[in-house]
């Protein structure tokens, strides 16, 4: 298991790009859509990982929520795994909770699934499925 990105809330993402460009370079591909997560997000390579902003499509969506009560920042730390749905099933066999019972479509073409924050200490956990 790897780092696959750490996923950063913010309120908008041109701004944001300009912010992260002269330190990371141009995104990876286009900026992207997820509707199932109410996002606009972009992938920028650091290293052997990415840093993904994400902007929210509406204010009611979770990262919506997130930068609205808490500001621009740190939404989530996300591994790569070779199945998303064990992942989350051990998860929860360790007594975590979690926000998804199995994986459902994510950013880049990717099965995505997420642990609460309390499984973690607080810390939104993602597991990608490695492509």
């Known amino acids: 298991m790897r780092v696959d990105h750490v996923g950063i809330a913010v309120g908008d993402l041109a701004s ?4 992260w460009r002269p330190l990371l370079g141009e995104p990876e591909s286009p900026p992207e859509v997820v509707s199932a997560q ?3 997000v972009a992938f920028l390579r650091a290293g052997e990982t990415h840093i993904e902003l994400l902007e929210p499509t509406s204010p009611d969506s979770p990262v919506g929520r997130f930068v609205a009560s808490r500001g621009e920042g740190t ?10 749905d064990a992942a989350l099933s051990g998860v929860i066999e360790r007594g975590g909770r979690v926000v998804d019972r199995v994986g459902r479509p994510g950013a880049r073409g990717r099965r995505v699934g997420f642990a609460h924050p309390s499984a973690f200490g607080g810390v939104l956990v993602e597991f990608v499925e490695a492509p």
């Open 16 to 19: 944001s790009l300009d912010r």
């Open 75 to 84: 939404h989530h730390l996300a591994f790569r795994v070779p199945n998303v």
């Open 38 to 40: 109410g996002v606009r």
